[in-house]
């Protein structure tokens, strides 16, 4: 799908036009390998399928209702998880019926927003707390509609989510004691095991998780409450939890773009993660050569975080990042191999919070740009 573009200006409102070449493009800007994305979701979706799970792409990555409905239609994936409220707006906006907000609402006027999209789509929330399930409710009884609940529980990752058993039964037990609530199932995901270096260590971790899962579930089956939806996993862990016979919904979200902090753990065999193509690239442009074995270019922390690491440098493999300020990164050049107005072509660390940043992406296939999907909800952080 290409946005209606008539109304931008290219290079003031839009970085490129389709039909462009990709070197003409204006940078700094977001680039989707439209074949590496589309490998990407290809892949995750031949894993569950083979394994008999969901999937609910996480759609806090990337902020995109075309890459989210991309995930459903062709990658198989049976909704979306959002982070907030007001970015799940944007969504159901769209005609997404199926949102689960994967992190607590408990502000009066945001649960009175959620059950507003709860009037034309399905949507789930995580719970934690027993006064915010009766405020779930109440918010839910007043738009007379139904909100499904999933009790979030503490697996190892020591932010959110109430301890695995007893607690989380009372919890179950306090959703389906309200008529307007839905208990649908768990809510186990492990976020810091997501980027534990090694292989080994990121499994002992989801090896306890899901025992720790597997012995709430059973607990809630003996009291008659059944887990439709046993949810968590991501990027770094989700070949566990997709295996593990006790998960049945899985959260990947990074898979689609990666990125350099993904790329640097290591898989079964001690090597770089390779699973995923780099589809997500930030092109830039060389904007000063004056020094031996450096380069700047024009893509700054105003176009990327770096608070998970320097961007790689994809498009040569002798550069090598230095430094990133406001708006330049400087770049080791030990060959001289770039000029001014040279492109190049970065991995940004962290495809979440440096999608943010930006107002499109640019899909571009074999050299020329294709289509640019809007960031929909950019800075939708309410
Ligand atoms: C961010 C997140 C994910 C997805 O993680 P990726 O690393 O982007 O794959 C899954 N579940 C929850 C709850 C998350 O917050």
């Known amino acids: 799908m290409t946005a209606n573009l008539s109304s931008f200006e290219l290079g003031y409102d839009i970085p490129a036009l389709p039909g462009m070449r990709q070197e003409d493009i204006y940078t700094p800007a977001l680039i989707i390998d439209l074949d590496a994305f589309e490998d990407n979701i290809e892949r995750l979706r031949a894993f569950c399928a ?137 809510q186990a995901y492990h976020g810091p095991a997501q980027h534990y270096r090694t292989y080994e260590q990121r499994k002992a971790a989801i090896d306890e998780a899901i025992g720790l899962t597997k012995a709430t579930v059973d607990l809630l089956a003996k009291h008659d409450l059944h887990c439709d939806i046993v949810a968590g996993a991501g990027t770094g862990t989700f070949m566990f939890e997709g295996v593990s016979g006790v998960y ?88 001289n191999t770039l000029a001014i107005n040279d492109t190049v072509r970065l991995i940004a660390s962290h495809c979440d919070p440096t999608c943010n940043l930006h107002d499109w992406y640019v899909g571009v296939r074999d050299g020329v740009v294709e289509t640019l999907w809007p960031v929909s909800a950019r800075g939708k952080s309410l």
């Open 50 to 186: 083979q394994h008999n799970v969901r999937h609910r792409a996480h759609a806090k990555m990337h902020r995109s209702v075309d890459v989210a409905r991309f995930q459903i239609e062709r990658g198989g994936a049976c909704g979306i998880c959002c982070q907030k409220v007001s970015e799940a707006e944007v969504f159901a906006r769209a005609g997404i019926t199926d949102i689960l907000i994967s992190n607590q609402v408990t502000r009066k006027e945001q649960l009175e927003r959620l059950a507003r999209l709860a009037k034309t789509s399905r949507i789930l929330v995580c719970a934690d707390d027993a006064e915010n399930i009766g405020a779930i409710a109440a918010a839910a009884a007043a738009q007379g509609v139904a909100i499904e609940v999933l009790v979030e529980i503490d697996v190892g990752a020591g932010r959110c989510g109430v301890q695995p058993g007893a607690s989380a039964l009372a919890l179950a037990q306090a959703v389906t004691a309200q008529p307007a609530l839905r208990f649908s199932g768990l």
């Open 248 to 335: 049945n919904e899985l959260q990947a979200g990074s898979y689609a773009f990666m990125d350099a902090s993904y790329a640097a753990i290591l898989d079964k065999n001690g090597s770089r993660n390779d699973e995923f193509r780099f589809a997500l690239q930030l092109q830039t442009t060389v904007m000063s050569k004056t020094m031996d074995g450096q380069a700047v270019c024009d893509a700054g922390l105003k176009s990327q975080t770096t608070e998970s690491g320097l961007p790689l440098v994809w498009s040569h493999p002798d550069v090598t990042t230095v430094t990133v300020n406001d708006e330049h990164a400087v770049l080791s050049d030990p060959g």
